[in-house]
């Protein structure tokens, strides 16, 4: 099993620039992918994506990557026509309030829009040669740990699954006596009702319709089959999440039906134990992709 929740950081620093690459895994019913990297390296993002996809399933995955650059060469215009416009402005201002201050360059200079100012970047594929090793590191640190953490939560839930186990087996031992009490019954209801003029054959029928309705043998069954599935499942599908959820839905509704056709204590007392493990059972796959 693998888990949907993790957290991996890398950062490089060279001569020219630093890196980080973090990656953050949460709980989703998909697989969602968010980049989150500078303006122009918006190309990269693609590359990126197919890179956490190829290890994750479902869930939704955040990549951080931040590039800081040096020594970069930069370019710088100067916008006359704004700048023209903001010493209009203060003149202007400067007339109204009868004052003779004249604006002063530097303060031109910080008014947003005056000066442009350009890094000059290189082709991205220069960038992608830089970050393309640092993030399948922190990758594969992320992987390692939605894989670890995955591993115990599959422990968890095969302890789960073995309590369900342990509880249908006590539930089986006693259909004997179950199936026995309906017979019990319903000879008594006759011989109240009919005294000693007894129809065996009425009495027949009437207990093979209420073993058919009242006995647990077919949820029994049935609820063996699909734990049995259960547990092959996660031995062969690394990232069975979708098939349990779906299991555990039949394994909810059988053992409700043998909730709702039991009238022994010890029976119902079982079911309860089954019904709580499987709880804990479902909250543990929401986080398995």
């Not at 201002?93 to 360059?105: F, H, M, S, T």
């Not at 992320?142 to 968890?156: L, M, P, S, V, Y």
């Not at 039949?250 to 079982?270: C, Y």
């Amino acid at each position: 099993m693998i888990s949907m929740t993790g957290y991996a950081y890398r950062e490089k620093t060279g001569e020219e620039f630093s890196l980080s690459v973090e990656i953050r895994g949460y709980n989703n019913r998909f697989l969602e992918i968010y980049v989150n990297i500078p303006p122009w390296l918006g190309s990269l993002e693609q590359k990126i994506k197919e890179q956490i996809a190829s290890l994750c399933g479902r869930g939704k995955v955040e990549v951080f990557i931040r590039l800081k650059e040096y020594n970069a060469p930069v370019s710088i215009s100067v916008n006359t026509e704004t700048a023209k416009a903001y010493r209009d402005a203060i003149n202007t201002v400067a007339a109204e309030l009868g004052l003779n201050e004249k604006p002063d360059l530097a303060v031109l200079f910080k008014m947003e829009g005056v000066l442009e100012i350009e890094k000059k970047r290189g082709d991205e594929q220069r960038y992608w040669q830089e970050i393309e090793p640092t993030l399948k590191e922190a990758a594969q640190a992320f992987n390692a740990e939605r894989c670890r953490e995955g591993k115990h939560t599959e422990e968890d839930i095969l302890k789960s699954l073995g309590k369900i186990e342990t509880s249908l087996k006590t539930v089986a031992s006693f259909v004997p006596v179950m199936e026995e009490s309906i017979k019990t019954n319903i000879r008594t209801r006759f011989a109240e009702c009919l005294g000693n003029q007894i129809d065996e054959n009425r009495i027949l029928t009437e207990t093979a319709a209420l073993l058919v309705k009242n006995t647990v043998s077919e949820e029994i069954s049935r609820l063996c089959a699909h734990l049995a599935e259960f547990r092959a499942e996660t031995e062969r599908n690394p990232r069975p999440g979708k098939k349990l959820d779906f299991l555990c839905q039949e394994l909810n509704r059988e053992i409700n039906t043998i909730g709702s056709k039991s009238a022994m204590f010890e029976v119902n007392a079982e079911v309860v134990i089954m019904k709580e493990a499987l709880e804990n059972i479902r909250e543990q796959l929401k986080n398995v992709e």
